[in-house]
């Protein structure tokens, strides 16, 4: 699932509104917000809490809350479903009592196995409840890999559904404004390709876009993953006819993955079919990773066979380098799975 994040520093307006109705749109579900309200501006900060819950009422979108104790006395009277996101400032009882009225999110950053006994000692239901790691405004003090690993390992041994942050790539939150990353390593990485790191071998099932800004061509990449189909941008060199049209199609890698490359199982059947002849270029080129490739007519029978290569490769005569992946959605490369459908995304 995917959720994106909106505070309270600025009142519900047209501009936020559009911007909820394009994430829900794109296929995000839920909005992460933070109460922590000072004490001199209760009221006015009530008043836009609750505006945003009515919006987000409005769109079907539930309502994630980072609150404080102070803050708690403000959720049971929000319109729709909502989440609440507390640390270790309440007892184990108390928490017990919270998830009687809203869903418990624990931090999933902190939580530690003697924590987790004490609330299911407290009669909290885990299966029912949910955690969710910090995001790290500050560069240099976001998560290690390793350590999220570990963390989500413990978690998820208690049934536990575990959320994280990446960055957004618009306005940054600020004061700081150097991306809300959890993992130290996606600070200032492109949201959906941090995104993908975290679902597939950090153990994380949601993510969350922690600024309040995500740009309408990551949202479409939201999108089309949400519907099976991994966008990668590249930039394109000049193409014959053949080789465009090859790079034009939805491919699907094959169910046999290669260790050096990405082997669409599309393309060569395509341009059998269709009759395509790729033409040698005059020199190869080498094939750095990321590079896009298509067999030329010397490879015989695999000619019109397009790779995405994963580690660097020498110049071959029979291979034709067609574009580069760009550097911030060459880490994808990794996660395209067997069967999976992927597209190139040309970028201008």
């Given at each position: 699932?995917?959720?994106?994040?909106?505070?309270?520093?600025?009142?519900m307006?047209?501009k936020?509104?559009?911007?909820?109705?394009?994430?829900?749109?794109?296929g995000?579900?839920?909005?992460?917000?933070?109460?922590?309200?000072?004490?001199?501006?209760?009221t006015?900060y009530?008043?836009?809490?609750?505006a945003?819950?009515?919006e987000?009422?409005?769109?079907?979108?539930?309502?994630?809350?980072?609150?404080?104790?102070?803050?708690?006395?403000?959720?049971?009277?929000?319109?729709?479903?909502?989440?609440?996101?507390?640390?270790?400032?309440?007892?184990?009882?108390?928490?017990?009592?919270l998830?009687?009225?809203?869903?418990?999110?624990l931090?999933?950053?902190?939580?530690?196995?003697a924590?987790l006994?004490?609330l299911?000692?407290a009669?909290?239901?885990?299966g029912?409840?949910?955690?969710?790691?910090?995001?790290?405004?500050?560069?240099?003090?976001?998560?290690?890999?390793?350590?999220?690993q570990?963390?989500?390992?413990?978690?998820k041994?208690?049934?536990l559904?575990?959320?994280?942050?990446?960055?957004?790539?618009?306005?940054m939150r600020g004061?700081?404004?150097?991306?809300?990353?959890?993992?130290?390593?996606h600070?200032?990485?492109a949201?959906?390709?941090?995104?993908?790191?975290?679902?597939?071998?950090?153990?994380?099932?949601?993510?969350?876009?922690?600024d309040?800004?995500?740009?309408?061509?990551?949202?479409?990449?939201?999108?089309?993953f949400?519907?099976?189909?991994?966008?990668?941008?590249a930039?394109?060199?000049?193409?014959?006819?053949?080789e465009?049209?090859?790079?034009?199609?939805?491919?699907?890698?094959?169910?046999?993955?290669?260790?050096?490359?990405?082997?669409?199982?599309?393309?060569r059947?395509h341009?059998a079919?269709?009759a395509?002849?790729?033409?040698?270029?005059?020199?190869?080129?080498?094939?750095?990773?990321g590079?896009i490739?298509?067999?030329?007519?010397?490879?015989?029978?695999?000619?019109?066979?397009?790779?995405?290569?994963?580690?660097?490769?020498?110049?071959?005569?029979?291979?034709?380098?067609?574009g580069?992946?760009?550097?911030a959605?060459v880490?994808?490369?990794e996660?395209i799975?067997?069967?999976e459908?992927?597209?190139?995304?040309?970028?201008?």
């Open positions: 699932m995917y959720g994106f994040s909106l505070y309270l520093n600025e009142p307006n047209e936020r509104r559009r911007y909820m109705q394009e994430m829900h749109a794109a995000f579900s839920y909005i992460f917000t933070s109460i922590h309200i000072p004490e001199e501006d209760q006015l009530k008043r836009r809490l609750e945003l819950a009515e987000a009422a409005s769109f079907g979108l539930t309502l994630i809350t980072d609150s404080s104790p102070a803050a708690l006395p403000l959720l049971d009277h929000l319109e729709g479903p909502i989440h609440v996101r507390i640390d270790h400032s309440l007892q184990a009882e108390q928490m017990a009592d998830a009687k009225r809203h869903r418990i999110i931090n999933a950053s902190t939580c530690a196995h924590e006994t004490s299911r000692n009669g909290l239901n885990l029912e409840a949910a955690a969710c790691h910090n995001f790290y405004p500050r560069p240099e003090t976001g998560l290690d890999r390793s350590a999220l570990a963390q989500n390992a413990l978690l041994s208690e049934g559904r575990i959320a994280a942050f990446v960055p957004g790539d618009g306005a004061p700081l404004e150097r991306g809300l990353p959890t993992l130290e390593e600070r200032g990485a949201p959906f390709a941090s995104a993908v790191s975290l679902w597939r071998g950090a153990g994380v099932d949601d993510v969350i876009i922690g309040p800004d995500l740009s309408k061509e990551a949202q479409t990449a939201f999108s089309r949400k519907d099976g189909l991994f966008p990668v941008r930039t394109l060199f000049p193409a014959t006819e053949a465009a049209e090859l790079l034009s199609l939805t491919h699907y890698r094959r169910p046999d993955p290669a260790r050096d490359v990405v082997r669409s199982e599309t393309a059947p341009a079919s269709c395509l002849s790729i033409a040698p270029l005059s020199a190869p080129a080498p094939r750095p990773r590079a490739t298509i067999d030329n007519s010397h490879y015989g029978r695999y000619e019109g066979e397009l790779q995405l290569v994963k580690q660097p490769l020498p110049p071959d005569p029979c291979v034709n380098v067609v580069q992946i760009i550097d959605d880490s994808l490369l996660h799975e067997a069967g459908a992927f597209q190139l995304r040309p970028m201008r």
